[in-house]
Each structure stands twice: as C-alpha cells, then as structure tokens.
C-alpha cells in the first residue's frame, strides 16, 4: 500500500471519530465528559491539518518536478 492510500485511511478514519466524538457531545451533560470530548476533537483537527499540509506540500513538489 502506498503512503498516499495510507493517509487517506487514516484521513477517513479520524473524520470518523471526529463524527462519533461531535454525537457524543451533542448529549455530555456533565463538564469532564464535555472536556474530555473537545480536546479529542482539537488533537483530531490538528492531527488532520497536519496530514492535509503534508498531502499539499508533497503535490506542490511533485508539480514543480513536472
């Protein structure tokens, strides 16, 4: 498997947490659950921002290569 198709899982599988994560704080009630919630999600952000720069970085090189 290719790196390109590595990111891409773990891409999807992170924007699917983040989605599980937001239904589950849709419903917290209590101020740790809410907590603990927004900050998987701030990690989870960053973690994807930083997989979609890298992403853009590598496709800006591979086009100026051409």
Not at 22 to 35: D, G, I, K, S, Y
Not at 44 to 49: G, K, S, T
Request: net charge neutral; charged share 25%; aromatic share 4%.
């Amino acid at each position: 498997m290719h790196q390109h198709e590595k990111n891409m899982i773990w891409l999807k599988d992170t924007i699917e947490h983040l989605s599980d994560c937001q239904q589950q704080l849709e419903w917290a009630h209590n101020r740790f659950t809410v907590q603990v919630l927004t900050d998987s999600i701030l990690r989870d952000l960053d973690c994807c921002r930083r997989l979609c720069e890298g992403m853009r970085k590598k496709s800006s090189v591979a086009v100026l290569a051409n």
